[in-house]
């Protein structure tokens, strides 16, 4: 069986910590938690992944980053895969943004500051589908 990976984006260290820390205590080692503080470095990491034969299970990315944004990146990856699952992370979209977002990309929303129940059941009913 394939080693299943959650790739983590945000570009604030301490916010990507968190994320990957509630996620390892959730999951376990039923998944690899891998980071990237910027969309370059997700793209590297998203070729490592899948050069080492692993899947990626879900991207989860931070919405305003500085250079490309998380959701132009969402976008691109959902043209790339209409199979992945996404999940964006913000604390300052607008609505009308987020929703034009959801219809055009297909991925699910997370606020900043998030509870950990909420980031593990969006994260867990994602994985599910």
Not at 23 to 42: C, S
Not at 87 to 110: C, N, P, S, Y
Request: some cysteine; aromatic content about 6%.
């Amino acid at each position: 069986m394939k080693k299943r990976t959650i790739l983590c984006i945000d570009d604030e260290a301490i916010i990507l910590l968190a994320l990957k820390q509630e996620l390892k205590l959730h999951f376990r080692d039923r998944y690899t938690i891998a980071t990237a503080l910027n969309v370059e470095q997700a793209k590297q990491m998203l070729e490592t992944i899948q050069k080492e034969g692993r899947t990626v299970e879900l991207i989860i990315c931070d919405w305003l980053m500085p250079g490309t944004k998380g959701d132009t990146f969402l976008a691109e990856l959902r043209t790339q895969n209409p199979k992945w699952k996404l999940m964006v992370i913000t604390g300052h979209a607008d609505q009308d943004a987020i929703e034009t977002f959801q219809e055009k990309v297909k991925a699910r929303i997370l606020y900043k500051p998030w509870k950990s129940e909420d980031l593990i059941t969006t994260v867990t009913e994602l994985l599910e589908e």
